[in-house]
């Protein structure tokens, strides 16, 4: 659950979000500290939260999203690219403007993800690097990102599969500290 961080890292209150939506304090406090599902709440309640934070309804969503993890989101990028192919992923990426989107919201291994993926089908498919997202690339995750299968593989079998992993990761995502081996299923 992001709302929290991204209040926190925008310095804003529960108080000031709850005051400027003329939402009840506890109302509030409970999504913010996931207590109450945002999605059990009158969509008027949410409208008013999101306008407050100057979000659209599904920006907040996204933020209160409980069952969001980083390693569903690899996965679901990567089954997409399959899905559609890599030249319509691009599309989608580009046209949707998703790295924009997560980026908004202050997700941010979410948006280097996705530039990393855009980066990678690009110079895999021969077209010209995105130039419109310079000033994101100049950042990266202060740690490595290691696929939770790697994390799962030290711990079990004591090997170092994150040595082997990074020995093996895509450039492009290594560039935000994010390990990634494998996009494309054969």
Same mark, same amino acid.
């Given at each position: 659950? @992001? ?5 926190? !890292? ?21 999504? $913010? ?8 709440? =009158? ?7 999101? !306008? ?33 192919? #890599?030249?319509?992923? $691009?599309?989608?990426?580009? #046209? ?5 989107? @997560? ?6 291994? #979410?948006?280097?993800?996705?530039? =990393? ?8 498919? !021969? ?60």
């Amino acid at each position: 659950m @992001y709302i929290k961080q991204y209040l926190e !890292d925008n310095s804003i209150s529960i108080y000031k979000v709850a005051n400027s939506a003329l939402v009840a304090y506890p109302t509030v406090f409970n999504i $913010v500290n996931g207590k109450v599902d945002i999605l059990n709440c =009158a969509l008027g309640v949410v409208k008013k939260i999101a !306008d407050a934070l100057n979000l659209t309804i599904d920006e907040l969503l996204t933020l209160c999203d409980k069952n969001h993890s980083f390693n569903l989101f690899r996965s679901e990028q990567c089954h997409l690219v399959n899905r559609i192919g #890599e030249i319509d992923y $691009v599309i989608d990426l580009l #046209e949707k403007k998703k790295i924009d989107y @997560y980026w908004k919201l202050d997700m941010k291994a #979410e948006a280097f993800y996705l530039l =990393a993926m855009l980066d990678y089908l690009s110079k895999r498919n !021969d077209l010209p690097k995105c130039t419109e997202y310079e000033n994101i690339r100049r950042y990266k995750l202060e740690k490595p990102v290691f696929p939770a299968d790697t994390e799962l593989s030290e711990m079990l079998l004591g090997k170092d599969a994150q040595q082997e992993a990074l020995n093996h990761a895509i450039p492009e995502f290594l560039d935000f500290n994010i390990v990634e081996c494998e996009i494309i299923n054969g």
